[in-house]
């Protein structure tokens, strides 16, 4: 059972990355798909949230209109899109996973990795000013 991200990097402010999930040792198209950062002057903080099927996808306010989440279940891969960088996207992110659930309106997504059931080890995003 294992997620691996690929494509942090460094970026200038106002630039574009694209991170990537590699999903495997689960039934991937079973599960959310999640993404969260971590920074020393924030600490955890959740990114985004997709279902199984691509048709419900969740921001944090902070990414709302800059990141997309998407994935590709036929290649148990996903993806998170991040435009319009700014120096406080600087962070390590992660991709995690859980079985699928429905969510309320006021739902708060954890940031911490460890309390999803499925977690990778990370890719760093510096971006600079």
């Known amino acids: 059972v294992q997620l691996r991200e690929s494509g942090g990097g460094m970026a200038q402010s106002g630039g574009s990355l694209r991170l990537s999930c590699a999903a495997s040792?689960?039934?991937?198209?079973?599960?959310?798909l999640v993404w969260v950062r971590h920074s020393p002057e924030k600490g955890p903080e959740w990114v985004s949230t997709i279902n199984p099927a691509g048709s419900k996808t969740y921001y944090a306010d902070a990414v709302k209109g800059r990141f997309t989440i998407s994935r590709d279940n036929a290649k148990n891969t996903g993806y998170l899109q991040m435009n319009s960088l700014k120096p406080e996207d600087t962070a390590l992110y992660y991709c995690?996973?859980?079985?699928?659930?429905?969510?309320?309106?006021?739902?708060?997504?954890?940031?911490?990795?460890?309390?999803?059931?499925?977690w990778g080890q990370g890719t760093q995003v510096t971006v600079s000013s």
């Open positions: 995690a996973s859980r079985q699928a659930r429905n969510y309320s309106d006021n739902y708060r997504f954890p940031g911490i990795r460890t309390l999803y059931d499925v």
């Open positions: 040792g689960f039934t991937f198209s079973r599960y959310d």
